[in-house]
């Protein structure tokens, strides 16, 4: 159950595009689409953001979107907004129907 | 609207055991699955713990089987985490988390609880 591997921090200025990768292993990012996203910020609930890849919930802003190709998912948000500036994680299902999440990824909005 | 409330965390001695909950309501509680999530002080999220709607399927990490348990009570709307021989690295705020459609870990989430491992 080794955690999924993220960038420990990205960095945009206001308006811009950021994307954030999450590498896993055949076993889980890469054997299902089963990735969710969520942003924290500090003193905070993690908050769902993306599911099963590329699925946004209802109220999550089209600014966030998902995508996988392999073993690399990825988060991108769009028109960098200074209330993006959290903590965002991935999570994958696995292929022993545990669940398995990424070390996290600073966003600082510059 | 879904809400999910833990509570039981404290400080206890290495070793020793403590029990979480997590009262739902707003949705159909016997309907869902469940789990538990815990995030150590300035850490990542690790994932705990997972049981199904009823109870007949319950999924574990490693660094917790055999000392954590997962329950529920449906009548009572209410999830469990039985904590056994806890160690300082089981210090963490644990949040619990619904399960949303297909596998997916957490649509809603609990403000969490902490738990502090410390003699």
């Known amino acids: 159950q080794s955690a999924l591997t993220q960038p420990a921090s990205v960095s945009g200025s206001p308006g811009q595009s950021i994307t954030i990768s999450c590498t896993g292993t055949s076993s889980d990012v890469g054997g299902y689409n089963y990735v969710s996203w969520y942003q924290q910020h500090p003193g905070k609930a993690p908050k769902f953001m993306i599911y099963d890849v590329t699925n946004r919930p209802p109220g999550v802003s089209n600014r966030f979107s998902g995508s996988k190709s392999g073993n690399t998912a990825s988060l991108t948000i769009s028109g960098l907004q200074a209330e993006d500036e959290a903590d965002y994680y991935c999570?994958?299902?696995?292929?022993?129907?545990?669940?398995?999440f990424g070390g996290g990824t600073k966003l600082t909005v510059l | 609207q879904v809400q999910l409330v833990e509570s039981g965390g404290g400080v206890v001695q290495p070793g020793r055991s403590l029990r979480l909950s997590c009262a739902a309501s707003?949705?159909?509680?016997?309907?869902?699955?469940m789990h538990w999530v815990r995030q150590a002080p300035g850490k990542g999220l690790e994932w705990v713990a997972a049981i199904s709607h009823d109870e007949s399927n319950k999924h574990y990490a490693d660094s917790v089987k055999g000392r954590f348990t997962i329950s529920r009570d449906n009548s009572k709307n209410t999830l469990y985490l039985q904590m056994n021989s806890l160690r300082a690295e089981d210090t963490a705020v644990y949040y619990c988390?619904?399960?949303?459609?297909?596998?997916?870990?957490?649509?809603?989430w609990g403000q969490g609880t902490l738990v502090t491992v410390s003699s």
């Open positions: 707003g949705f159909t509680f016997s309907n869902y699955g």
């Open positions: 999570s994958s299902y696995t292929s022993s129907s545990t669940w398995v």
């Open positions: 988390a619904k399960r949303g459609a297909g596998v997916t870990l957490g649509d809603y």
